[in-house]
């Protein structure tokens, strides 16, 4: 797909539900009595992987476009699949899947596609074995597939090596099903959207600091839940706003959840233009409207703790900092590099096709960058590794570059975004 330089950035977008959330819908609805509607549900591959794979474990889940309902059987009520379950593209459905699958009275076996079969599982395979289930990576590498054999499971407390909600939430859903409580401590808090979902269908759980702690057998209730818009889509069009000459746009609906919004604090320290309008709840989740202006950014430090409630947007950020004035340094990311795609290693070689003085690290990126007006980013042919936060940061690149961006695996926006490119069109001609 090629990609041209705009003048002109203006106008209204909702951006879809968010993805955390969506996938976090389904399943508790799936292991809750009763029926649970879910609107504003994001119509990604990822998350379409999850409705699969809890089908496939018999529950009947209905997708009409303007509501998903989920007829969950509760804690028990799940079967064993006929075949081997498939989560596609998605580290979310693989991973907190796993946790439930650990406390199954029957052996699953799961897998994904080729980037998911490389992507690291002893950190979920870990604190299960210790609760008692049984996970062996059938290659034994530790990857997927996974055959899980479920077992009684029995609580512990439990203090992830890695700061990841996966990890947090497979745990977490292992402990609906454990004989005592089970707790995890982070050493920073990563997204806490699978503890007020818990909740919000009825569940035991208790916070403290970077503690969560889940009682065992909860009665959970299917519940109406509206998603609110995923703040990581939005930090496309955040970006977008931020760096085309003149641009103001709307971004409606955005989730602001505290572990999630880095990308606005970071923003707004580089001199970005972006205001909160209308603050609201969804349920549990907080959510605003974004109204984001051209503003010359300059270059920052992003490193420690804000680094969970920034981690998929440290792509769109490294846009960002290629244009703003001096450098940046991103640290303590070391994550990135098992993601989608080694997304440290895809952004250094794409930006630096674009003409961009950037250097990766093992944990991070440094980014000499330059104001567009005295060094303009290059178009350039980007590839994208299959990885769809790469195709959309560098599609929003595109916007700023002179000459012609090709973006040659583009379709992989279908995991977390399907309507991206149409979206950021309705905007370019606003
Ligand atoms: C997610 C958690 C994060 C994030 C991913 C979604 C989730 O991964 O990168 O896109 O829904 O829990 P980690 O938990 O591996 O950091």
């Known amino acids: 797909m090629i990609f041209h330089r705009t003048s002109h950035l203006k106008g209204e977008v909702t951006v879809p539900g968010d993805k955390s959330i969506s996938h976090r819908a389904v399943m508790l609805g799936a292991l809750s009595k009763g029926r649970t509607e879910i609107t504003n549900f994001l119509q990604g591959a990822d998350c379409l992987s999850t409705i699969d794979c809890f089908r496939r474990l018999g529950i009947e889940i209905e997708n009409r476009p303007a509501c998903i309902t989920i007829h969950g059987k509760g804690l028990d009520g799940l079967k064993a699949p006929g075949d081997i379950l498939d989560a596609g593209n998605s580290g979310t459905t693989t991973r907190l899947i796993s946790g439930i699958l650990a406390a199954q009275p029957f052996e699953t076996i799961l897998t994904g596609d080729a980037s998911i079969q490389k992507r690291p599982m002893l950190r979920i395979m870990e604190p299960l074995s210790m609760m008692g289930a049984r996970i062996e990576s059938i290659k034994g590498n530790n990857c997927a597939p996974l055959k899980i054999t479920g077992a009684p499971l029995k609580g512990i407390h439990y203090c992830p090596k890695v700061i990841s909600a996966q990890v947090k939430s497979a745990v977490l859903l292992a402990g609906l099903y454990a004989e005592s409580p089970t707790s995890v401590t982070e050493s920073a808090l990563s997204r806490n959207h699978s503890e007020l979902m818990l909740r919000t269908f009825g569940a035991d759980i208790r916070t403290e600091g970077t503690t969560a702690t889940i009682f065992p057998r909860p009665l959970l209730e299917g519940q109406k839940i509206s998603v609110p818009g995923d703040i990581s889509s939005a930090a496309y069009f955040i970006a977008a706003g931020l760096l085309v000459p003149g641009a103001d746009i709307l971004i409606r609906n955005v989730g602001i959840n505290p572990t999630r919004n880095g990308i606005l604090k970071v923003a707004k320290s580089m001199g970005g233009n972006i205001t909160l309008l209308n603050e609201r709840q969804e349920g549990e989740e907080p959510v605003a409207d974004l109204h984001v202006t051209y503003s010359p950014l300059r270059g920052t430090a992003v490193e420690g703790e804000i680094i969970p409630a920034l981690i998929d947007e440290l792509p769109i950020l490294a846009v960002m900092a290629a244009s703003a004035e ?105």
Not at 363 to 370: A, S, T, V
């Open 326 to 430: 001096g450098t940046t340094v991103i640290r303590d990311a070391a994550e990135l590099k098992v993601k989608e795609s080694n997304r440290i290693d895809v952004m250094a070689e794409n930006l630096s096709a674009m003409g961009c003085d950037i250097t990766a690290t093992e944990d991070g990126l440094i980014i000499h960058g330059k104001r567009p007006e005295e060094k303009p980013l290059q178009g350039a042919v980007i590839h994208a590794h299959g990885d769809h936060r790469i195709a959309m940061s560098f599609a929003v690149a595109s916007l700023i570059a002179e000459g012609e961006t090709n973006i040659t695996d583009s379709e992989c926006v279908v995991i977390s975004y399907p309507g991206f490119y149409e979206d950021l069109r309705k905007l370019c001609r606003g």
